[in-house]
């Protein structure tokens, strides 16, 4: 059974730190791109950052230099670190595994955790 569990998310001032850890089962991890999106309130969800199988790494514009993604294989686990967090960053942050292959496509979410940069 694929599970994707986010964990780390809260309440944090302007200009703090969170780290958000999405713990993967039930696939081979290694072999997914693996992605952190957003959705605020009244919006359409959007892709935050993505960390390919083999660690390249993309961000959207808005978190670029602020955020970073990572990986740890050995653990099926995937990091969003979050820097100098503004109150437009508040969301609820989803965990997307994806795996594309000739056939088809392959892609589970977590469940989410709530971010809210406010003071």
């Known amino acids: 059974q694929v599970q994707l569990v986010e964990s780390g998310g809260g309440l944090v001032q302007p200009g703090g730190s969170l780290r958000l850890s999405c713990a993967a089962s039930g696939f081979i991890f290694s072999s997914y791109v693996m992605g952190w999106y957003r959705q605020a309130p009244g919006k359409q969800r959007e892709l935050v950052a993505a960390i390919s199988s083999g660690g390249s790494t993309n961000y959207a514009d808005s978190v670029k230099g602020r955020f970073t993604i990572s990986r740890d294989n050995a653990k099926n686990t995937v990091y969003l670190q979050m820097n100098s967090l503004k109150p437009e960053d508040t969301a609820v942050y989803y965990c997307?595994?994806?795996?594309?292959?000739?056939?088809?496509?392959?892609?589970?979410w977590g469940q989410g955790t709530q971010v809210t940069c406010s003071s």
């Open positions: 997307k595994a994806e795996r594309v292959t000739s056939v088809r496509t392959y892609d589970y």
